[in-house]
């Protein structure tokens, strides 16, 4: 029996989610025919087949609802004349059954679970920071601990000279003239000092809890 001529797939939904399982396509053919559809995963199983039957222009259209597994599929489909003369099998372009995307975000699509997986990464990707930062911000306390133990020790030890420079002009047991004036400019300094070192003590303390 001679063939007839092939039918046409003018579209086919590829948008299809498992548990909203919409498959449409749809296409043209001669008049008087029935197109034969078989839907097919890329393993080369036949997972359903239906009929559809053209208007009087010879456009059909076919939808199946039955419920597949995720995976890659395509249709194929033949022409059928009333004497059972049948045309050279159609293939459509292959689709995707998938998961509905929890999440869209431009051209990326995400599933519930790599969306709570994402969430978790973020998670521990921000724990992350915050050890970070709180391990930095306990170096930097050190460093002005450190600071501040410098700048004591150093108004320490310019104050024990200048006392230790008193207690010599008083060795003696005597004092002149010229050393009460030197005592009391080393006295002044003493308390000029003690000034200095009680600002910038109260300042690099102040600082290290900053």
Do not use: C
């Not at 034969?36 to 890329?42: E, N, V």
């Amino acid at each position: 029996m001679p063939r007839i001529t092939s039918p046409v797939i003018t579209s086919v939904n590829k948008n299809v989610y498992i548990g909203e399982d919409n498959f449409q396509i749809s296409g043209a053919t001669i008049a008087s025919t029935t197109i034969h559809i078989l839907l097919k995963s890329t393993k080369g199983d036949t997972v359903a087949d239906l009929n559809a039957k053209p208007d009087d222009n010879g456009n059909w259209h076919a939808q199946l609802t039955q419920g597949v597994q995720s995976g890659d599929y395509y249709f194929e489909i033949r022409a059928i004349d009333g004497r059972g003369a049948m045309s050279l099998p159609v293939k459509s372009d292959t689709f995707s059954v998938s998961i509905r995307p929890f999440l869209v975000i431009g051209s990326l699509q995400l599933s519930i679970g790599w969306f709570f997986g994402l969430i978790i990464v973020l998670l521990l990707i921000g724990g992350g920071g915050t050890w970070k930062l709180l391990r930095l911000q306990s170096q930097q306390k050190e460093r002005k601990a450190i600071i501040a133990q410098r700048d004591i020790a150093n108004a320490v030890t310019i104050m024990k000279k200048d006392i230790d420079s008193i207690l010599a002009k008083y060795s003696d047991d005597r004092i002149d003239e010229t050393e009460i004036s030197e005592i009391r400019y080393l006295a002044k300094k003493i308390g000029e000092n003690l000034d200095k070192a009680r600002k910038y003590i109260v300042e690099d303390v102040g600082d290290i809890n900053k």
